[in-house]
Nanobody, 128 residues
């Protein structure tokens, strides 16, 4: 069993920054590919960013590329999402997710259905 707890959400003005954290407990975090997703009101949950278990490979949705950075600290069992130049359209509940299927250290996981553990989410609101 894997528990994921997100934190760091809040209210920020457009152009501002936030750093989300996702703390994992349970099984071996360092062997999991991790991802961040978000869900705005009335919309489906969408992919934001993913990172391989080694941390050496990352992938981003086009909508956040160049503004968001995903990273991880396996010693702290934590994955981060640094969000800069925030826009009102970034407003959503942000979720971290873990894919516990064994992968090569270079693999990043994008499809939502590949992830088998999810956090409870943290609200990010960007005002214009």
């Amino acid at each position: 069993q894997v528990q994921l707890v997100e934190s760091g959400g809040g209210l920020v003005q457009a152009g501002g920054s936030l750093r989300l954290s996702c703390a994992a407990s349970g099984r071996t975090f360092s062997s999991y590919a991790m991802g961040w997703f978000r869900q705005a009101p009335g919309k489906e949950r969408e992919f934001v960013a993913a990172i391989s278990w080694s941390g050496g490979n990352t992938y981003y949705a086009d909508s956040v590329k160049g503004r968001f950075t995903i990273s991880r600290d396996n010693a702290k069992n934590t994955v981060y999402l640094q969000m800069n130049s925030l826009k009102p359209e970034d407003t959503a509940v942000y979720y971290c997710a873990a894919d516990t299927t064994p992968h090569l250290h270079t693999i990043v996981v994008v499809p939502i259905y590949e992830y088998d553990y999810w956090g409870q989410g943290t609200q990010v609101t960007v005002s214009s």
